[in-house]
């Protein structure tokens, strides 16, 4: 159904909708299309936009006579003062903040009503203090409002600051970007009963006709009450719908490949390009995607394999069998790119093999408390050239880095082969690789001798 029809059907006390804007700022810097309309980022936006509770943080601007860049200025500099007090950290994938452009009388308003992560629904979010309120100056107020809506009915609590909500909030707060739908009311001499049975209607509204689909731990409707001018005229700004998420733990893969060549072994790694580990050698390997279904180990390290290394492993059924089969353990492959340093060596059988899985470190925990990734599950991959003596040269014509990896890096593990001495482990960014490592190493010694 058309919003705008959905609109109509709320009249009475409702105003013309204010403007949506968006702005996409990633590592600081702000993205080429600036403070937007989300249609001008519609190849750009993520599937999910995620905020914890405390950070939706209401802010009024006055932005009569501004122009857009300027605006946008306005909104960074905060952005910015957020991330220096420690009350908001940014997202590994980027940040989006939207805010809604109104006018009221001759002035025009421009009002923050979200802040959050974008991302996949694999991260979760910060316990930074909240701050329920502001008061600008002498004409303009904000303030803060939540409501939960489960099951199509209002918590008693009903229209109130998040704090009142204490003991019912979820970790993270979720939402799609076609469901941030900007709506405002003029309010004044009404009361909370009618004001929350106005939001309960047009939440209904969205819900029958399909626009907005329920949380299955409830939805939240974030608004920000104004109060403007010498009058004090109340208006009520729906800023965003969301459901009510709990934290998804990031699982990874990662997958070993190591190179036999006659008496000599290669471990090929590749150079991180993000933090942690950032610059420093890794293991090839990424996060277990969760989407419609959550991506195996073996389905993971498969995909990894070729975005990070370019390697191409092909299995002897359907790939795609093995994305939600999580009992596999060890699998036939073909191996192939070889045949660039001798023909002989064109379509190499071998077996992966699962070798554990374990917690990662202290050092994947974020500024928020939480991991970037949980636990990590390796796996063992060996190539024997046979007959063919190759370098870590004629590994550089197979491999080629990519993905989140800057280069590719090989090891002669020989040494450690024979003793298994920490010593002999390549010097691995990710503090939980060495132990992956030797774990990889036993697993490939135990199916030979077998």
Known sequence: MDI????????GKRRESPTSLWLFINEGVAHPIGLAPLKDYHEFFHPLLET??????????????????????????????LINAKLYYPGIHGDWIKCSLFE?????????????HAAWGDKAQSRAEPDDEFTL????????????ITNGK??????APLRNYKKTITPILETKFTYPIS??????????????????SYYNDLVNAKVYYPGRYGDWIKCTQLVVGPEKTKYLNLDIIGAAAWVKPTLASDLGIFIKSQERFYFVCII???????????????????????DSGIYTMLKESREEGNLIISYDGTVEDLREDYMITDIPVIVKGFECIDPSLTDIRSIIYYSTTIPTTEQERNP???????????????????????????????????????????????????????????????????????????????????
């Open 154 to 159: 209002m918590n008693p609590i009903g229209l």
């Open 104 to 116: 009221i009388g001759d002035e025009r308003y421009l009002n923050l009503d979200i802040l959050g």
């Open 272 to 294: 991180r390009g993000n933090s942690p580990g950032q610059g420093k050698p890794a293991i090839i390997g990424g996060i277990m995607n969760a989407d419609k279904v959550l």
């Open 137 to 148: 100056d002498e004409k303009v107020g904000t303030r803060a409002l939540w409501l939960q």
């Open 52 to 81: 914890g509770f405390t950070y939706p943080i209401s802010m009024l601007w006055k932005v009569t006579g501004y122009s857009i860049e300027r605006s946008q200025e306005i909104i960074q500099n905060y952005y910015q003062d």
């Open 4 to 11: 705008d029809k959905i609109r109509k059907r709320i009249n």
């Open 183 to 200: 709506m405002s009311w003029k309010i004044t001499n009404q009361t909370k009963a009618k004001t929350e049975e106005l939001l309960l």
């Open 368 to 450: 928020d408390g939480l991991k970037r990734v949980y636990q990590t599950s390796a796996y063992a991959l060996l190539i024997d050239t046979k007959e063919v003596i190759i370098s870590e040269t004629d590994l550089a014509r197979v491999f080629t880095a990519g993905d989140d990896a800057t280069a590719m890096v090989y090891y002669d593990v020989t040494t450690y082969f024979k003793d298994e001495k920490e010593e002999n482990i390549p010097n691995f960014g990710l503090e939980h690789h060495p132990t992956l490592f030797q774990a990889m190493v036993r697993t490939l010694k135990k199916k030979r001798m077998d």
